[in-house]
C-alpha cells in the first residue's frame, strides 16, 4: 500500500504540480485554508453554517440556499434533511443544489427529490460506496436529465457537449461543511448508461488506472477533453457527473472534473495497489 497524505494534484496547462494541504480530518492549513476559502468566496461568502454577516437569501433551493450568492447553511439544510452533505454549484449553469447520499437504498434520490419526498425530478445523489468526505479517486455524483424533454437537475450538464461551452467553463465548486472543493472540468462525453462504481473498483490503483485508460482510450466523436491534462494518476481526485442521455436511454453523458482546490485542506487518502 502506498501512502498519500498531505498533497492535493493540481494539473496546471501542461504539468502535473503537487500542493501540500493538510488531511481528511487534520488540521486546518491557515495559510491555503482560510486564504484560499476567503479568495473564492469573497468577503461576503457565508459556509458551514456559519450565521453573522450573511448575505440575503436569495430563495432558492433547499431551504433558501443559493452557492450564487456564496451563501451555504449546512445547519439549516441538514434540518431538512440530514442525508445533505454537499453542495454542488456550476457557474454558467442552472445546477445549483443540495448532493444527498442515503442510508437506506443507493437509488433512493432516484426517486425522491432533496426533502426525502417521492418525486420524478429526483435530487443529486452518491451511492454508498462513494464516501461523503470526497476522499475518494472519484465521486459519483447522479442527477436526473429527463427524456422527455422537460428540464432536469442534469440537463445543463450537456452544455459542457458544446465544445466552446467546455472551453470557457471550466470550473465546478463542491460546498461542504466547514470546507470548498473546486474542481476542474477535463472530460465531457457520452457512454454506455451502466454504473461507474461497479464497472471500477476505485479503492485499487488499478482500478483507477482502468477508468482512466478507457476514459483517454476512447476518442470518439464527440468527447472533449481539455489538453494538458493527460497527468492524471490514482493519486487525484476525481468527481464524476452522470445524466441518462436525453436522446438514448442506454447512453449516459458524464462530466469528469479534478480537484484543484482544498480551501481548508482536508482531502487525503491512502492508495493501495
Not at 91 to 107: E, F, H, K, N, R
Not at 129 to 138: I, V
Not at 162 to 191: C, Q, S
Request: with cysteine.
Amino acid at each position: 500500500m502506498k501512502k498519500f497524505r498531505n498533497r492535493l494534484a493540481v494539473l496546471a496547462a501542461a504539468a502535473v504540480t503537487a500542493v501540500l494541504l493538510g488531511g481528511c480530518g487534520g488540521k486546518e492549513d491557515p495559510d491555503s485554508g482560510n486564504a484560499g476559502m476567503a479568495e473564492v468566496l469573497g468577503e461576503k461568502g457565508v459556509f458551514a453554517g456559519e450565521g453573522e454577516g450573511k448575505a440575503e437569501q436569495s430563495g432558492t433551493g433547499i431551504a433558501g440556499e443559493s452557492a450564487k450568492d456564496t451563501q451555504v447553511d449546512f445547519e439549516a439544510l441538514k434540518k431538512e434533511n440530514p442525508d445533505i452533505f454537499a453542495w454542488l454549484y456550476i457557474p454558467g449553469t442552472d445546477i445549483d443544489c443540495p448532493v444527498l447520499q442515503s442510508t437506506q437504498a443507493d437509488d433512493f434520490y432516484e426517486s425522491h427529490d432533496a426533502y426525502g419526498k417521492e418525486s420524478g425530478e429526483g435530487a443529486l445523489y452518491t451511492e454508498l460506496a462513494n464516501l461523503t468526505n470526497m476522499c475518494d479517486f472519484n465521486t459519483v455524483i447522479h442527477g436526473k436529465a429527463p427524456l422527455d424533454g422537460e428540464k432536469g437537475l442534469f440537463t445543463d450538464l450537456y452544455e459542457f457537449g458544446n465544445p466552446d461551452f467546455f472551453e470557457n467553463h471550466k470550473d465546478i465548486y463542491l460546498y461542504m461543511e466547514g470546507n470548498l472543493l473546486t474542481y476542474t472540468v477535463f472530460a465531457a462525453y457520452e457512454r454506455e448508461n451502466d454504473s461507474l462504481i461497479r464497472s471500477y473498483d476505485f479503492t485499487y490503483g488499478g482500478g483507477c488506472e482502468k477508468f482512466l485508460a478507457d476514459l483517454y482510450g476512447a476518442r470518439e466523436m464527440g468527447k472533449n477533453l481539455r489538453e494538458g491534462w493527460e497527468g492524471i494518476t490514482p493519486y487525484n481526485f476525481l468527481i464524476t457527473l452522470t445524466a441518462r442521455s436525453g436522446v438514448d436511454a442506454d447512453r449516459q453523458f458524464v462530466v469528469v472534473a479534478a480537484l484543484t482546490g482544498d480551501a481548508a485542506g482536508k482531502i487525503d487518502r491512502a492508495v493501495e495497489w
